[in-house]
């Protein structure tokens, strides 16, 4: 169990910084097509949007599968509803992104209200992360 753990965990940690840095982009490119481009979707917003979706539905199933397979979990030490809170939170986020995506997809031009969930999404996805492992 413990070597299917670390698998987890090492794959985890691996794609924790794409999500990162594709949801960071998407974030930006959202608030700059609301803002500066007069809210017309581009093609690199809804692909971005896509993507950050897909990271984030794989990082919320690796938490899952984290949790599952904890030593803490299995002998019930410790916290395990650590990994519990986080794969919830990253799935929220995951529902809120697919929303945004879908969204995004069928209308031509970005509104307040698509903002507002896509910031939602980025919150509960901040709330969510453990900042304290990159930041040490």
């Known amino acids: 169990m413990e070597e299917i753990y670390q698998t987890f965990a090492g794959s985890h940690n691996g794609i924790s910084y794409s999500t990162i840095i594709i949801f960071g982009a998407f974030i930006f490119l959202l608030l700059l097509t609301f803002l500066g481009q007069g809210g017309r979707v581009s093609e690199v917003l809804r692909k971005s949007s896509f993507f950050a979706t897909m990271l984030l539905f794989i990082q919320g199933v690796l938490g899952v599968m984290m949790e599952y397979y904890s030593p803490a979990f299995v002998t019930w030490e410790g916290s395990y509803l650590v990994y519990f809170r986080y794969s919830i939170s990253i799935l929220i986020s995951t529902g809120l992104m697919a929303y945004v995506t879908f969204l995004l997809k069928n209308t031509k031009k970005v ?20 900042w304290s492992k990159i930041f040490g």
Do not use: C, D, G, R
């Open 111 to 130: 509104s307040l209200f698509i903002v507002v969930l896509a910031l939602s999404a980025a919150l509960v996805f901040e709330y969510a992360y453990p």
